[in-house]
């Protein structure tokens, strides 16, 4: 079992730039691929970006490429997402989660969820 916990999220004026991190506990999380999501009240929950176990690989929605960077720290157990060059379409909550995946986009093969942490992009 992962534990989640994200940090990081705020308000930042557009083409600001915010960085979130995703702190884990338990066991295994060099086996646990980590993703970053996140969700409006407006639009379902949409991936952001991946950073798998399998071979430190990442992966990004096109919407973000060139804007986030996410990193893995196996050793400190923590996923960080650098975000820059924020619009106001990038307001939401943000999540991480973990899946045995190599990748996966889909969030129904996500079995551990964090709480959440608010992004706010003002214009």
């Known amino acids: 079992q992962i534990q989640l916990i994200e940090s990081g999220g705020g308000l930042v004026q557009t083409g600001g730039s915010l960085t979130l991190s995703c702190t884990a506990s338990g066991s295994r999380f060099y086996e646990n691929t980590i993703s970053w999501f996140r969700q409006t009240p407006e639009k379902a929950r949409e991936f952001v970006a991946a950073a798998s176990w399998y071979g430190g690989r990442t992966f990004y929605a096109d919407f973000v490429k060139g804007r986030f960077t996410i990193s893995r720290d196996n050793t400190e157990k923590t996923v960080t997402l650098q975000m820059n060059s924020l619009e106001p379409e990038d307001t939401a909550v943000y999540y991480c989660?973990?899946?045995?995946?190599?990748?996966?986009?889909?969030?129904?093969?996500?079995?551990?969820w964090g709480q959440g942490t608010h992004v706010t992009v003002s214009s």
């Open positions: 989660a973990s899946s045995t995946f190599q990748f996966t986009k889909d969030y129904q093969n996500y079995y551990y």
